[in-house]
């Protein structure tokens, strides 16, 4: 059995053969696999007139816990939105009625981005679908294979920067 990258790596022996293009199994997978997942994780949004960025800041406030809020700076850091992101994604999510921004209690100069009763009840209904959805995509590996993965990647983020605390 192959996929689409065993062609690709065949090729490039053919073609170039003095390169070693291995790097490129590692690579070319990750990166069809984040477009297969990404077309899966986007319709179960579609579902719940969602996409990735704005379940991704509802999922961040609620996971924060009571009073589920943060400022646009904590929502960056504890999200995967980046900062261009964060104040059209909040635009429209206040707009849609799911968060609302207040001036801060302690500094009236900075603003809190809160979840509110809606956007709480949508966030509850979304994240049993995605979790399901992020289920079937994994259902070929065992649970420790899925181990495996996951240990293998967190060791490629952070030998790249990606750290916390």
Request: charged share 30%.
């Amino acid at each position: 059995m192959a996929d689409h990258v065993d062609r690709v790596l065949e090729q490039w022996a053919q073609e170039r053969p003095d390169l070693d293009a291995s790097p490129m199994a590692v690579i070319g997978r990750l990166n069809r696999v984040h477009q297969l997942i990404s077309t899966e994780l986007r319709r179960t949004f579609a579902a719940h007139d969602l996409d990735g960025a704005s379940f991704d800041v509802l999922a961040t406030l609620r996971r924060n816990g009571p009073p589920y809020r943060l400022t646009p700076a904590g929502l960056m850091r504890s999200s995967m939105v980046t900062s261009g992101a964060i104040t059209q994604r909040l635009d429209r999510l206040e707009a849609r009625g799911l968060v609302i921004r207040t001036r801060s209690d302690h500094d009236g100069r900075s603003v809190v981005v809160s979840l509110t009763d809606e956007g709480r009840a949508l966030i509850d209904r979304v994240l049993p679908d995605h979790i399901a959805t992020e289920e079937r995509v994994l259902a070929a590996l065992s649970p420790g294979e899925r181990e495996a993965l996951a240990g293998s990647l967190r060791t490629l983020l952070e030998s790249l920067g990606d750290r916390t605390g």
